[in-house]
């Protein structure tokens, strides 16, 4: 019932906002504004007014409703070679398996994850998998986010156009929240009988305020598929 709700209220918005398309365009490039109806964090072409057209144009409770599992998840960066957008088709996890909630994540469950990482050992772990990372914040293991966008910027440094997103499912067994700096088992989680450890977000740990996991055993990861970055503007005009 409250899909059927919330498909009949972003229809409405979406006949309103037709007729406003002139009012939020920067060098023709309009806004996609179907992304709006459905995506709290739409892409507007004209950026510096993404807020404000967010905010008039759908009011945040039906964006919050209709986010997930629903949305194409958008996210944008600009570089010195032009403008990239992370952006992941519509998605339906696996029976059994969830996206990002609210909460961390539960013991036991399955959840749809992401790791950054270049095009090239993106490829070496297509054919061999995940190997633990010796060290890092949480100690070893395999580092993963339940948020694209913090996935999408790594390798830190390393150029947009070579970045890759690995997409995979997540059986994260006992979770351990570690949610501030110098946490007595935030290095030795593992020897605790825990499986993974969660970050959560704006606990101070991650300059970015997103969130991380680390997962002990790769075993407990399936790859499921690849996103790479979309150029939307090159350093000389618009790209589509």
Same mark, same amino acid.
């Given at each position: 019932?409250?899909?059927w709700?919330?498909?009949?209220?972003?229809?409405?918005?979406?006949?309103?906002v037709?007729?406003?398309?002139?009012?939020c365009?920067?060098? &023709?490039?309009?806004?996609f504004?179907?992304?709006?109806?459905?995506? *709290?964090? +739409?892409?507007?072409h #004209?950026?510096?007014? @993404?807020?404000?057209c967010r905010?008039?144009?759908f009011?945040?409770q039906?964006?919050?409703?209709?986010?997930?599992?629903?949305?194409?998840r958008?996210?944008?960066?600009?570089?010195?070679?032009?403008?990239?957008?992370?952006?992941?088709?519509?998605?339906y996890?696996?029976p059994?398996?969830?996206?990002?909630?609210?909460?961390?994540?539960?013991?036991?469950?399955?959840?749809?994850?992401?790791? &950054?990482?270049?095009?090239?050992n993106?490829?070496?772990?297509?054919? *061999?998998? +995940?190997r633990?990372? #010796?060290?890092?914040? @949480?100690g070893?293991?395999?580092?993963l986010?339940?948020?694209?966008?913090?996935?999408?910027?790594?390798?830190?440094g390393?150029p947009e156009y070579?970045?890759?997103?690995?997409?995979?499912?997540?059986?994260?067994?006992?979770?351990?929240?570690?949610d501030?700096?110098?946490?007595?088992?935030?290095k030795?989680?593992?020897n605790?009988?825990?499986?993974?450890?969660?970050?959560?977000?704006?606990? &101070?740990?991650v300059?970015?305020?997103?969130?991380?996991?680390?997962?002990w055993?790769?075993?407990r990861?399936?790859?499921?598929?690849t996103?790479r970055?979309?150029?939307?503007?090159?350093a000389?005009?618009?790209?589509?």
């Amino acid at each position: 019932m409250q899909d059927w709700v919330v498909r009949s209220c972003v229809s409405a918005l979406a006949r309103q906002v037709a007729g406003m398309l002139t009012e939020c365009q920067d060098e &023709g490039s309009p806004m996609f504004w179907p992304q709006v109806a459905v995506h *709290s964090r +739409f892409l507007c072409h #004209c950026c510096s007014r @993404l807020e404000r057209c967010r905010e008039r144009f759908f009011p945040d409770q039906v964006l919050q409703v209709w986010s997930r599992p629903f949305c194409n998840r958008r996210d944008s960066i600009m570089s010195s070679g032009g403008q990239y957008e992370w952006a992941e088709e519509d998605f339906y996890p696996p029976p059994g398996a969830y996206r990002m909630e609210l909460s961390g994540p539960v013991d036991g469950k399955t959840y749809v994850m992401y790791h &950054g990482t270049t095009s090239c050992n993106a490829n070496k772990i297509q054919r *061999s998998g +995940f190997r633990q990372s #010796c060290d890092g914040m @949480l100690g070893r293991g395999v580092y993963l986010s339940r948020e694209l966008e913090k996935a999408s910027r790594y390798p830190i440094g390393h150029p947009e156009y070579d970045r890759v997103v690995i997409k995979v499912l997540v059986k994260v067994g006992r979770v351990k929240c570690i949610d501030y700096k110098n946490h007595p088992l935030q290095k030795t989680w593992h020897n605790h009988g825990y499986d993974t450890a969660w970050v959560p977000p704006n606990c &101070g740990m991650v300059p970015s305020g997103l969130e991380e996991n680390c997962v002990w055993d790769p075993a407990r990861i399936q790859i499921i598929g690849t996103i790479r970055p979309q150029l939307i503007r090159a350093a000389s005009g618009w790209m589509y």
